[in-house]
């Protein structure tokens, strides 16, 4: 089961108790009337939906019902760690991010790199 620590009551309880609310430090427009279609939509619709380390909202639900936010892992979807909603993110070293390489990334759509083979730098 997995557990996550809720800032606020200040102990680890099961996921049901939450409920994940999107991704964390999006900074509302000062005036949305105003934006472009285009403008718009990247800031309602468009996520970053990384490959490593997210920084998401959640809400403990059926615990103290309040919002914080979360550091996890989407590749092994663990909680890096929890903190207080309006505090900064965390600073965490070095960032574990995995994007793909530059090459990987060209070869979309051409097939796999034959393995061993060595990667262009
Ligand atoms: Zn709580």
């Known amino acids: 089961m997995l557990l996550i620590r809720c800032p606020y009551c200040e102990e680890e309880r099961p996921e049901l108790e ?4 999107g991704e964390a430090h999006l900074v509302r427009p000062s005036n949305i009337t105003a934006m472009s279609d ?7 619709f468009i996520r970053s939906n990384p490959k490593g380390l ?3 909202r959640w809400r403990h639900i059926h615990g103290c019902a309040r919002f914080f936010n979360a550091v996890r892992d989407t590749v092994t979807d663990k909680f890096v760690t929890t903190y207080k909603a309006g505090e900064p993110k965390p600073d965490l070293g070095k960032p574990k991010a995995r994007l793909p390489r530059k090459s990987a990334r060209e070869n979309v759509g051409k097939g796999k790199p034959a393995k061993g083979r060595a990667e262009p730098r």
Do not use: C, I, M, Q
């Open 38 to 44: 285009e403008d718009f939509e990247g800031y309602f």
């Open 54 to 56: 997210v920084y998401e």
């Open 18 to 21: 939450f409920r994940h609310a």
